[in-house]
Structures are given as C-alpha cells and as structure tokens.
C-alpha cells in the first residue's frame, strides 16, 4: 500500500475534523472542498453517491463518509487512516476540555465568537447545496424529485433514512417503467 | 466489567443512529442516562454546548466526553471506538459491494433517484439550522454575506468561518465591552 496516499488521508481527514463545529452537515462543504475542489480525489457526482450511503447507514455521516472514501482510494489501512484523522481532533479536544474544564463555552468573547460562526454553517451548507446541487438540478426531473423530496422532510417531517429509501425505488422504477415503454432510455 | 459495558452502550448508539447527529441524542438520553446512570440530565444538556462548540461530530464528542467521565482515558477510547464501529464495518462493507457492481445498471439507477433526495436532505439541513441561527437583523445579514461570499469567490469554508467568528465578535462583543 501506498504509505504516502495513506498518510495523505489521515492528514486531510484531520484537518476536516479539526475545523468542522455542528457535525454532521456542517462538514459536508469541507469534505467537498478536499475531497473534490482541492484533490480531485472525487468527482461532483461520486461524492453526491458517497453522501447517499453514508446517510443511509447508522453513523455519523462524517464518520461514515471518511471510511466510505478511504476504502474507496487506499482499501481497509485507507479507511483506517481517514477514520482516524476524522476523530483524533475531536478525540483530543474533548479530552482537554474534559481535563481542565468545562466551562469555556461561558467566556461571552467565545460566545459571541459562536454567535458569528452558527449563520456561517448555515450559510455554508446553502452553498453547499449550490455547487452539490448543479448536475442534479439541471433538468426538471431532478428539480421535480428535490422538491417533493425536500416536501416530504421539511413539511411532513420524514426521516432521512424513508427519504434515502423513497430515492433509490424511485430511481430503480423510473429506470424499469422507460424500459417497459421500450424506449431503450439508459437509467 | 464498566470499559466494556461502555463499548457495547455506544455501538449500540452507533448501530441505531441513521441520518445523523441528532437522532443520536435521544439514544444517548435513554442509554446513558436512564439505564445506566453515568450522567445526569444537567451533564448531558452541558456536552452538548461543548460538543456543539469543538469541532467534530456531535457523536464522537459526546462519546469521548462520556466515555472519560466513566472511565477516565481508556473510557474515552473505547467509547468512541464503540461509537464508530459500526461505521466501519457498514461502510467498508458497502464500499467494497460498490467496487463491483456500481457500473450495474439497477445501482445507477438507484443512485439516480438517490441524488435528488440527498440533496434534498441537505437543504432541508440548512433550512433547519439557518431557523435556530439566524435570530436576529445582524446573524441574518452575517448569514447572507457569508452566503455570497461563498458563491461569488473560491474562498474554502474553513478561511470563511474563522472571519465569521471574527464578525461574531465585533457584532456581540465589542460594543458592550
């Protein structure tokens, strides 16, 4: 195995660990910006697919993603290397806040510093949605599929996991209905 | 035996926690809290301000954070170890089946019905923070800035949320010093 890729994982998952606060969502448009803008170590689409799965499973969906992707590029010691790279920073700040105390969260310079930074994540994973969302909005299909997807979550409040199933039947009975109609049109 | 009663609380958090962080909470709740007494609800509701201000996942957070105060270093590891594994199995797992078959015809097509709905999801996602952040005339202004800042240049997230904090300071901070 390639210890120099490996060790380029671990370092690039430690940096998307080290600066993502919120979790979850928050850290899609850093894995974004690594994974696809700075390395191309993925493409637009393959990164929408790697979200798909990793939504899908139990997990978190950056823990997942990190294993998902250092499979994806370096095999079992990739998906090793990412994973650790994506928890040590958290790993090793909690356990000094955990040391020393608790009480930091309190200092009304950090809380303000917090009440900047918690428009931002939301600002971010809108942009996020702008530069994922590209080649699936492209056709009214794809505009169509969102919107009743983003119906059903937002409105009707459907777990995510319904929403991911709901996509893959759709997609795989689209697919088979254009091939009973005979027209031949690939999936 | 407590380490090992703490790896196998939090894979089971792990397992049963699809779509993300916040179905998590709940679990913790009912796992740590009301079964096996490790933290009172106040502790609790204090990791989650602290999970929410280190980065990382509210997951692994709240696993190393429980996990040293039950059972100090070795605790914390093998809390977020059990937080993770099952992680790793799941998606090592579906990561090798993709190897082979996502040229298949029926997984494209899976996955093209899958890409709408992840998308989807993610804008739900910003819809529902952007409801708890943006609370006021300057976080809505902070919020929209930051959005075309990001549209119009190449500026990566992480330079964007550290001028964000710095914002932060100048707006809620300063004034009142």
Known sequence: ?187 | MILFELYLAFLKIGLFSIGGGYVMLPLIQKEIIERHGWLTLAEFVDILAIAEMTPGPIAINSATFIGFRTGGILGAALATAGVVTPSVVLMILAAAFLRRFYENRWVQAAFHGLRPAVIALIISAAVFVARASLTDLASAALGGAVFLLLIFTKLPPVPVLLLAALAGVGLYYLPYF
């Open chain 1, 1 to 187: 195995m390639d210890q120099g890729l490996l060790r380029h994982l671990f370092i690039t998952f430690f940096k998307i660990g080290a600066t993502t606060f919120g979790g979850g969502y928050a850290m899609i448009p850093v894995i974004r910006q690594e994974m696809v803008s700075a390395k191309n170590w993925l493409t637009n689409e393959e990164f929408v697919d790697v979200l798909a799965v990793a939504q899908s499973s139990p997990g978190a969906v950056a823990i997942n993603s990190a294993v998902f992707i250092g499979y994806k590029l370096a095999g079992i010691p990739g998906s090793f290397s990412a994973l650790l790279g994506v928890v040590l920073p958290s790993f090793l700040i909690i356990l000094l806040v955990a040391v020393f105390f608790a009480q930091f969260a309190q200092y009304p310079a950090v809380e303000a510093a917090f009440a900047g930074i918690r428009p931002a994540i939301a600002a971010l994973i809108a942009g996020a949605v702008v530069k994922l969302g590209k080649p699936v909005l492209g056709d009214s299909r794809g505009i169509l599929l969102t919107s009743f997807f983003l119906l059903l979550s937002l409105y009707f409040g459907v777990h995510p996991v319904f929403i991911i199933i709901l996509g893959a039947v759709v997609g795989m009975s689209s697919s088979w209905l254009s091939e009973e109609k005979g027209k031949g049109e690939s999936p």
